[in-house]
C-alpha cells in the first residue's frame, strides 16, 4: 500500500523556468492538499482540494497553479519558478475536509531554484 | 490569529527514558489536534490524534494529553527507543475546512 506517492523527490530549476510536481494518493481519499516546508517555518498550505473537480487557495498560493486531475492525482505546477520558491512540497490526502481526521503526507519534493 | 508553537526546539533523552513533548496552541476554538512524526528526508508521518472532548488518548507507547484550560497538548513516548529520533510536530484544526495550523516542530534525540 503506497499511501500518498510524489514525484520527482529532487528537482533543481532556473529562475523562469516551469514545472509540475504530480501526486497521487491510493486510499480513495476525497480532499488533497499541498503545502511547502521552509527551515523554522511550520508547514504551509498553498492549494487543496475538497473533493474531485474542485480547488481552493489556501495561505501562500501566489505564484503556482493545481489540478485536480480525478479523485486520485493531484498536481501543484509553478509557471515562472523563482528563488523564493525554493523548499519542500509535501502532497497530502485525507478521506474528507472538514471533519476530524488526519491527513497523511508524501515523502515530498526538494525543489531548488537557481 | 491562530497559531500553534512549541516549547523546546530540541529534546535529548537517553534511551529507555521517557520523552514528553509540549506545545501551546492558542484558538480556544480548536477542536481536533494531532501529533506528526518526521524522520530526515521523509514527509511527516501521522502518530496519534485527539478530539476536544478528550483529556487523554492512549496508543502504542504514546500517549497525547490535551489541557483546553491552558491551551496545551503534550506528547509522550514511553521507554524512548533510537528509532523515536526525529522532529515532532504538533497540529491543530482550525475554523471552516479541514485547515490544519502546523508548529515549527521539537527536535528529538535519543542517545544508546
Known amino acids: 500500500n503506497a499511501g500518498v506517492t510524489q514525484t520527482p523527490k529532487f528537482q533543481v530549476l532556473k529562475t523562469g523556468q516551469s514545472m509540475t510536481l504530480q501526486c497521487a494518493q491510493d486510499m480513495n481519499h476525497n480532499s488533497m492538499y499541498w503545502y511547502r516546508q521552509d527551515p523554522g517555518m511550520g508547514l504551509r498550505l498553498i492549494y487543496y482540494?475538497?473533493?474531485?473537480?474542485?480547488?481552493d487557495k489556501g495561505e501562500v498560493p501566489n505564484g503556482y497553479n493545481v489540478s485536480r486531475l480525478n479523485k486520485r492525482e493531484f498536481s501543484l505546477r509553478l509557471e515562472s519558478a523563482a528563488p523564493s520558491q525554493t523548499s519542500v512540497y509535501f502532497c497530502?490526502?485525507?478521506?474528507?475536509?472538514?471533519?476530524?481526521?488526519?491527513?497523511?503526507f508524501g515523502d515530498g519534493t526538494r525543489l531548488s531554484i537557481l | 490569529g491562530e497559531s500553534v508553537g512549541l516549547h523546546l526546539p530540541t529534546l535529548s533523552v537517553q534511551e529507555g527514558d521517557n520523552s514528553i513533548i509540549n506545545c501551546a496552541y492558542s484558538?480556544?476554538?480548536?477542536?481536533?489536534f494531532i501529533w506528526y512524526k518526521q524522520e530526515s528526508g521523509k514527509g511527516p508521518q501521522f502518530i496519534i490524534d485527539i478530539r476536544s472532548n478528550m483529556d487523554k488518548r492512549q496508543g502504542q507507547r504514546v500517549t497525547v494529553l490535551l489541557n483546553k484550560t491552558v491551551k496545551h497538548l503534550s506528547l509522550q513516548i514511553a521507554a524512548t527507543q533510537p528509532g523515536d529520533s526525529a522532529v515532532y510536530f504538533c497540529a491543530e484544526k482550525g475554523t471552516g475546512f479541514q485547515k490544519l495550523v502546523f508548529g515549527t516542530g521539537t527536535r528529538l534525540l535519543v542517545s544508546p
Open positions: 484558538n480556544s476554538a480548536s477542536d481536533y
Open positions: 497530502a490526502s485525507s478521506e474528507t475536509t472538514g471533519a476530524n481526521q488526519p491527513q497523511h
Open positions: 482540494s475538497a473533493s474531485e473537480g474542485t480547488t
